[in-house]
Every structure is written in C-alpha cells, then in structure tokens.
C-alpha cells in the first residue's frame, strides 16, 4: 500500500496571532503605543504564543512629526528618535503579557548603517534584531537603506522560528538556509502598496512553506498615511500558510485574512506534523533537498539564540503551554 494511516506522534503545538495593522495619522508616541498594546492585548486574549506585526511598523510615527522631510531623511530621523522608545515599548509588552511579539520592522542605525531591522522579543531576553537582507529599489534608491548580512535563528520553547522581511521571502535560498538551520516556523512581515507586491510575497511564503515543509506566516499593514511619500497606500491579506500534504489543511492556509482590511488573524500549527510529513508525506521536499547536491552557502553570519520563556518570577502566574 502507497499511503499508511498516521502513527501517533507527541503534539507540539503553536498558536500564531498575525496583526494586519492599520496605518493612521497619530498625534504622538503615545497614542501610537496605545494602538499597539490594543493589539497586543487582543493576541493575549487569545492565549497567542507569537504576536506578528507587519514591516516598517515604526514609519506610522512620521504622522507626528512636522512635515517637510525628504524619504530617505525621513528615515534617518525615525532611527534617530524613535529606536530606543520604540524598543523599549515592546520590551515591556513581551514581558507584560508574556508573549513572543515580532514587532514588524523599523529603521535602525547598526554599525552606523541604516538598516530595515525586525526585532524579535522573547520575554526575559534582550531582543533579535534581524536585518533585510534584500532591499527592493525603493528602500535602497530612495530611502537609503543598506542591507543586513545575517541570518538569526531563535530556538524557543516550542522550537526554532526565524523572520524573513517581505522581499526576503522572495528568494527561496534564505528560507532553505533557515529551514536547514532548523527553522519550522518562518514569520514575515511585509508592506505592499497594490495588490501586485502583496501577491509576490503571498506567492513566495507559500512555495517557501511547500518547498521547506514549514510554516509561514505573513503579517502586512493596510490604511495610508495622507500625503507621506510612499506611505500613501497600502494592500494586505495576510494568512497563515502550510506544506501541503495530508496532515494539513486542503488548500494549504491555516487561516487567512480579508483583504485590505483592520484585522486580527489567529491560527493554531502544530510542529510535530512537519516531522510526520518530513518522515512519511506523500512528497519528501526536505529530505530530497537535503540530498540532491544543491546545498545552499551564505556569505554572511547565521547565529543560533536559545531563548526559552524565563521562569516566572515573583507575583507572575505560570502560564498555560
């Protein structure tokens, strides 16, 4: 017989929330801070073990900010006033409602580059700064951006995840160096202003999920920012996407989001079916890249975090996993 009826295997489950963020004017941090922990909050409401919100989360703070700057100034001025708040903020909602939040991107001055950087926070832990690796022509012909050179792989209690930035996704060779790192869960934030970009990363992050046997999950921003160059339109569906075998769901989306709207998508995985599939799938994606002789060299550094959860401290309630 072809096809053999699952074995029993030991659950390891995760629930992903993914923010399809809203950008509006906003008057001050505050009030940007404030729409944020609504969010988050809502992903805590619903017991999430990852909180995902979309790229360049941070340029909604132009809107209270005097006009006048050029993009690529604008950018550098974000960096320069915002980093550390910012930063900070997450800090303490991952450590408040203890939970992993990847907190979109925001431009960062790192080694005096400006970089597209994702921060990943773990509570208990220093934050992850993952930089783009691939900047599309607007980031590097307008904005100034410069691109990141390596690859970071946080091992968390329910396993490794890592974040590919929008365009990232786009190229399978750095999802196959994550997945060959150990990589299950890969989290991408992006921003597209049309429906063209937005169907490009969808496109990708689901070959990405076939390709590697892994999850991906996307998280992009709707709304507009009047009159700020760029930031004046935006298009979005975001979803949560599978390999696509028999443990999984049909059409390979966990679940997804209505396009172009506010929204909160939450969706439970399960890793441990990525081993069965892995081990006895229809299809063998991972093992057969791993012998067909086309391996995959990065240039760059791949480092390995082990974050897990720190143990609750005084006045904290252990929390249910």
């Not at 999430?48 to 604008?74: H, K, M, T």
Request: proline residues 7%; negative net charge.
């Amino acid at each position: 017989m072809r096809f053999k009826a699952p074995t029993p295997f030991m659950s390891r489950p995760v629930r992903v929330c993914g923010i399809q963020y809203c950008l509006r004017p906003v008057a001050d941090f505050d009030a940007f801070a404030q729409q944020v922990e609504n969010y988050v909050d809502v992903g805590d409401d619903y017991d999430a073990d990852v909180i995902l919100f979309p790229e360049l989360l941070a340029v909604q703070l132009l809107s209270c900010l005097p006009g006048g700057f050029a993009p690529a100034e604008a950018m550098r001025v974000l960096a320069e006033r915002f980093t550390e708040p910012f930063e900070a903020f997450f800090q303490r909602m991952s450590r408040k409602y203890d939970r992993i939040i990847v907190a979109g991107t925001h431009p960062a001055f790192v080694d005096g580059k400006l970089q597209n950087v994702a921060s990943i926070f773990v509570p208990g832990h220093a934050p992850v700064h993952q930089p783009k690796l691939h900047l599309t022509p607007t980031e590097r012909n307008v904005w100034h951006f410069e691109p990141g050179h390596e690859i970071h792989v946080i091992e968390t209690d329910f396993g490794r995840m890592g974040v590919s930035i929008c365009y990232d996704v786009q190229f399978p060779e750095v999802a196959r160096v994550q997945a060959e790192q150990g990589v299950q869960l890969l989290l991408v934030p992006y921003l597209t202003d049309d429906r063209r970009g937005y169907t490009r990363v969808t496109t990708c992050a689901r070959a990405r999920a076939v390709e590697n046997q892994i999850y991906v999950a996307t998280a992009g921003t709707v709304g507009s920012l009047p009159l700020i160059t760029d930031l004046t339109a935006q298009y979005a569906q975001s979803g949560i996407y599978t390999p696509s075998d028999f443990p999984f769901p049909m059409d390979g989306i966990t679940t997804e989001a209505a396009a172009n709207s506010e929204m909160v998508l939450v969706g439970d995985i399960d890793l441990a079916l990525l081993d069965q599939a892995r081990a006895r799938g229809s299809v063998l994606n991972h093992q057969d890249a791993a012998r067909d002789g086309l391996h995959v060299a990065f240039d760059g550094r791949i480092l390995i975090h082990h974050l897990p959860w720190s143990d609750p401290g005084p006045g904290t309630t252990e929390r249910a996993r």
